[in-house]
Each structure stands twice: as structure tokens, then as C-alpha cells.
């Protein structure tokens, strides 16, 4: 990364110095800088490949706790940007070691695509994922039932939430395998 | 001074004459969940081991830690929301990115990192927050983050440093709140604020000061994304969204003072383009602006 930024910081560097001398420095071929960027950026520049130190940090205390399943509204915050998605409600579970998180909504760019969008963590792995899954001309989809409480913990991430749609019929999403059907165990939507 | 600006002209050319830049591998970026403080600390710490054993290459990438939205919890304490609906303190928060630090030191293989405390603008005045607390936060923010540079400095992890970042997103919040969280952080002065955000709404082409979602304008995003210690590290799922910042770019660039460069691009799996498309439409739309980082949601 910052393989150009170099030559930014360096710019940056000249203003400070020609600001300072009274100069009011410009750069050839009308490359300005920001100057006011100019400390921190000199800062990320000398930072070193290697640590002084050797020593290792001691390991966390102890592991993640589960989070009981819940439904989250509309004063929590939502990662997915709106772009990608507009919120509805969401869902959320964690058993401590595997996190899932499902936003209902509406497409960002198209109000009548009814869209459920996937966060997947796996602290033991590393990974986090994200996905988005459209349900079609539906309008926007809001979750209406799911598992909930501690007994939910394990279990409910492979379980299925209830979605309805705009047009009140309602949808059900598998968690195992990411579908969106039609109740009752209907075909999936195209 | 004349030698200077040889130099620097020089360096100048060579670097724009170099512009057939690529993107570098994507590095992953966190949601931050948790129940508990404690909880929080383990995750940062896993995800600072993860980010450390997965760095591609030698050279600096942003662990970007986002947890969730700005917000005062009482008269006195800054924090934030987390995506499990659990408040934090900054406090708490801090103790999290000091883990995270830990974790990347521990399981340091090369390269280095700035490790960014992310929150975003997400309703902001919703939840009662004031112009004036959204400076706070900002100032707060950027506290944080230099005192995790000071814990980083005391421990001997000279392969780090940090800053800040804040997903802002138009459609969020207002552009005169959000704006305060910039301004804050500058009022501080350590932390570059890297804008994970939007250019919601945005028009698509030109360079007018146009509107965008939420009475936001194009003045606005290149506010919150370069002003001061600002720099852009715009998200981009669409096409779109690179036609969007290529606009602000271009309103910045015959508006305001300094060329504008982006840090690189926050990137997602799952959605819209892949994060090495995601890096090269904007790219191509603003060739030799475009900083090679690779923030990615998803991978």
C-alpha cells in the first residue's frame, strides 16, 4: 500500500517547510498538497516493518460469550450501507465462536427487490463474510419471526427466519443454505 | 528552496509517469459485535492475530475495526453502538484496539499496519446527539487513537500506528452533524479520518456542486472525506459508486485547496463488483489518485 504516497508525503513535507520559511510553496504541474495532512502522513511514513520489541502480549483471558438471538430494530446500527441495502429490522445470534447476523430490507438501488443481506463471522477462522440475497420483485422484505433467547444460540444458525413482503405474503429464508421460498416449503423464488 | 522543488518535481513526475498502479490484495475489515467489554477485547484480538498472519506483502495496510455508530452515553462518556445493539465507552473501546494491537504483534509476520478505530454517522441526532457532541465524538475519536499509538509506542510495536475512520454515510445523518465528527478530529490532531462512506445520491458525472440523498451535496462528501485530516476510503460495490467519487473528486479539485487523492477503496464480497474490480473502477476513472489500499468487508 501507499505506493505513491511517498511522493504525497514528501509534498506535503515541502509545504510544511516552505509554510514555515514564510514561503507559500507550489507544486510543479499544479500538484497541490495537503499540507494540513502533512504530520500524520509523515507519521504512517516512518513507521517500521519490525517491532522493537519481542516480547509477547499475553493471550485474551478468556472466549467470546454467545449472544441470545434477537431481532434488531430500528435504532441499531446497521453495517451494510444503504446503497447495498435499505433496512428493515435484522436478526442476530452468536454462539461465541460463530456469529450470524441477517439485515431484511429492499434493494439500495431498486425499492422493489426485496433483499437479505448476510454477515458470517468465524472468530476460530478468521473469516468474515457477507451476502446479499434477492427475493425478486417482492418489495421490501421485513423479518417477522425467527429464534430467539439463549436456547437459540447454537441451533438457530441453521434454522430459517420468517420474511413477509410488501404484498403481505410471506417468505422463508434457510439459514443453512442461504434460500429464499415460498411458504408453506414452497419452490424457491427465481 | 529551488534544490526542493527540483526534487520534488521530480518525484512528482516519476510517481504520476508511474500510474499503471494495481491494487494490492484486499486485507479484511471487522464489524465489531460483542456482549461485553471482555468480549469485545477477544475479538480485536483475534481479528489483530488474523489481519497480522494474512498481510499480504511488506508494506503498510489499514486494519479497519468498525464499531458501529458514534455515540454519547451520558454527560460525559463518548462511545459507541455496536452492531449487537451493546454500548460501549471509549474506554472499553480502547482497551479493544490495544488487544487488536497485541494480536497483530503476537502473530506479526511482515509489514505493518495503522489500526483504525471505525464508527460511523449512523443517526447521529436520532439518538439525541447535538452538533457540539458529534465534535465531541470526533475529538474523542481521535484521542483514542492516539492513545493507542502511545500504548503501541510504550510496547515496542514500531510495525504500528493508528488512526481513525468513520463509515459516513449521507443517508444516515445530516451533512452539518456528520461534518462535526471531521471537525473534532482535527480540533485533536493526531488521527487521520478515513471516510469508509458513501457519496449516496451523488450525481454520476460532471463536477457541480449537486445534490445528493438526504440534502447532502457533492461540497459536503469532499468535506467529510478530505477536509482537514480527512482522506477517502470511499466504499465501492457499484459502478456507480466510483462515478460518484470521481465527481467529488472533480468538485473538490476546482473548488477547494490540494489535490485530491483516495486512500484506496472499502470493498465487499457478496455484492455488486468484486473488491479488485471495486479498486480498479475507481481507478480508471482516476488514474495515479487512487492509493492502493484494499479495505474489504467479506473477505
Known amino acids: 500500500m501507499f505506493r505513491l504516497l511517498s511522493v504525497r508525503v514528501a509534498a506535503a513535507t515541502l509545504v510544511g517547510v516552505a509554510a514555515g520559511a514564510g514561503g507559500g510553496f507550489a507544486l510543479a504541474g499544479s500538484i497541490s498538497s495537503p499540507a494540513e495532512k502533512a504530520a500524520a502522513l509523515n507519521r504512517l511514513a516512518a513507521v517500521a516493518a519490525t517491532d522493537s520489541s519481542t516480547v509477547p502480549a499475553p493471550a485474551p483471558a478468556s472466549a467470546p460469550q454467545p449472544i441470545p438471538a434477537q431481532m434488531l430494530g430500528a435504532d441499531v446500527p446497521v453495517p451494510i450501507a444503504p446503497s447495498i441495502l435499505r433496512e428493515r429490522n435484522g436478526w442476530l445470534v452468536s454462539d461465541g465462536k460463530t456469529l450470524l447476523a441477517v439485515y431484511a430490507g429492499a434493494a439500495g438501488n431498486d425499492p422493489s427487490v426485496g433483499r437479505v443481506v448476510i454477515v458470517s463471522q468465524n472468530v476460530a477462522a478468521g473469516k468474515q463474510t457477507v451476502r446479499a440475497i434477492d427475493a425478486g420483485s417482492t418489495g421490501e422484505l421485513t423479518i417477522t419471526a425467527a429464534p430467539l433467547g439463549r436456547a437459540a444460540e447454537a441451533s438457530a444458525q441453521t434454522g430459517s427466519l420468517r420474511l413477509r413482503t410488501a404484498g403481505g405474503h410471506f417468505l422463508t429464508l434457510d439459514l443453512g443454505t442461504g434460500r429464499i421460498s415460498r411458504e408453506p416449503h414452497g419452490a424457491p423464488l427465481p | ?299
Not at chain 2, 461485553?36 to 498481510?55: I, N, P, R, T, V
Not at chain 2, 479497519?64 to 445493539?85: H, Q
Not at chain 2, 454500548?87 to 509489514?111: K, M, P, Q, T, W
Not at chain 2, 481507478?283 to 468487508?297: D, K, Q, T
Open chain 2, 1 to 299: 528552496m529551488r534544490l526542493l522543488a527540483c526534487t520534488l518535481t521530480l518525484a512528482t513526475g516519476l510517481a504520476w509517469s508511474a500510474t499503471v498502479a494495481s491494487a494490492t490484495q484486499p486485507v479484511t475489515a471487522w464489524y465489531m459485535y460483542g456482549s461485553s467489554g471482555s468480549d469485545l477485547k477477544s475479538y480485536a484480538y483475534a481479528h489483530g492475530c488474523d489481519f497480522a498472519q494474512a498481510e499480504p506483502g511488506t508494506g503498510m495496510r489499514v486494519l479497519l475495526l468498525d464499531f458501529g455508530a458514534a455515540r454519547k452515553l451520558d454527560s460525559s462518556t463518548w462511545g459507541a453502538v455496536d452492531f449487537s445493539n451493546t454500548r460501549f465507552s471509549n474506554a472499553d473501546i480502547l482497551s479493544a484496539l490495544e488487544r487488536a494491537a497485541d494480536g497483530y504483534h503476537n502473530c506479526h509476520v511482515r509489514g505493518s499496519v495503522d489500526i483504525a478505530y471505525g464508527n460511523s454517522n449512523y443517526h447521529l441526532s436520532g439518538s439525541g446527539m447535538s452538533s457540539t457532541d458529534a465534535w465531541w465524538a470526533g475529538f474523542h475519536q481521535s484521542e483514542r487513537s492516539e492513545d493507542l499509538a502511545d500504548y503501541q509506542s510504550s510496547k515496542g510495536y514500531t510495525s504500528q500506528t493508528s488512526d481513525a475512520a468513520s463509515d459516513m454515510e449521507p443517508s444516515w445523518e445530516s451533512p452539518s452533524v456528520t461534518k462535526q465528527l471531521v471537525s473534532g478530529d482535527q480540533a485533536q490532531g493526531w488521527a487521520l479520518y478515513y471516510d469508509f462512506g458513501s457519496a449516496d445520491g451523488c450525481p454520476q458525472s460532471g463536477n457541480a456542486d449537486g445534490a445528493c440523498n438526504n440534502g447532502w451535496h457533492v461540497s459536503d462528501v469532499g468535506y467529510v472525506s478530505y477536509a482537514a485530516l480527512a482522506l477517502p476510503l470511499p466504499e465501492i460495490y457499484y459502478t456507480a459508486n466510483a462515478n460518484q467519487w470521481t465527481v467529488v473528486r472533480k468538485w473538490w479539485n476546482a473548488n477547494a485547496q490540494g489535490t485530491y487523492f483516495f486512500l484506496g477503496v472499502t470493498a465487499s464480497t457478496g455484492v455488486g463488483l468484486t473488491p479488485t474490480a471495486s479498486w480498479a473502477a475507481l481507478n480508471s476513472l482516476n488514474n495515479g489518485l487512487v492509493e492502493s489500499e484494499l479495505a474489504c468487508f467479506g473477505c
